[in-house]
Every structure is written in C-alpha cells, then in structure tokens.
Nanobody, 119 residues
Framework: QVQLVESGGGSVQAGGSLRLSCAAS????????MGWFRQAPGKEREGVAA????????SYADSVKGRFTISRDNAKNTLYLQLNDLKSEDTGVYYC?????????????WGQGTQVTVS
C-alpha cells in the first residue's frame, strides 16, 4: 500500500519561500510519476508540478513557472516542492500524488495535504 505524507506547509508573507516534502513508501510502479496539486478555497483542484521517473523530466503550471521547483530524492523516497516568491494566489492545500506513468492522476495515490497560506 502506497503511503504519502506531506510536510513543510505553513504561513508566509508574500515574496517568501517554503519547501514542501512528501515522504513516500510502498511504491508499486516501476515506471511512475509524482506531482503536486493544490486546492484553494472555493476553487477546483489544479496541477502544480510533476516529475517523471525516467529521465527526471518535469512540468509546471504556467502560474508557477520560474518560481516553483519540483525534485525527488529516490534514495530517500522523498518528493520536494520548493516554493519561491510566493503570492497570495498560491494559498491552498497542497497534495502530493503518485501514479503509474501511464495512469491518470485521479486514479493515483494522494497524500492528506499540507496547508500553505500566503498573506
């Protein structure tokens, strides 16, 4: 059973930085993808960033390009999201997700989320 535990959220002023971590265990897919989603109050959940097992390719939402960086440490089974130059619109609950490479995000495994508040 895959388990994902996020940490690192908190409250920060606009322009500040945070680093989110996601400790993973119970991997089941040899070829997989991990990512971060977020959900702001009253809004739909949206994808923020993703990273792929093979080649380490990454992708980002346009709204966070140049400010957020996704990375993973396979030796530690940990996914990271570095958030820089935070804006009020970055406020929300951030979720770590793990899925098979060809699977859908909704069918993947989701963490419980960590709150990020930017004022």
């Amino acid at each position: 059973q895959v388990q994902l535990v996020e940490s690192g959220g908190g409250s920060v002023q606009a322009g500040g930085s945070l680093r989110l971590s996601c400790a993973a265990s119970g991997y089941t897919y040899s070829s997989n993808c991990m990512g971060w989603f977020r959900q702001a109050p009253g809004k739909e959940r949206e994808g923020v960033a993703a990273i792929y097992t093979t080649g380490g390719d990454t992708s980002y939402a346009d709204s966070v390009k140049g400010r957020f960086t996704i990375s993973r440490d396979n030796a530690k089974n940990t996914l990271y999201l570095q958030l820089n130059d935070l804006k009020s619109e970055d406020t929300g609950v951030y979720y770590c997700v793990y899925k098979a490479y060809s699977g859908s995000w909704t069918a993947g495994y989701w963490g419980q989320g960590t709150q990020v508040t930017v004022s």
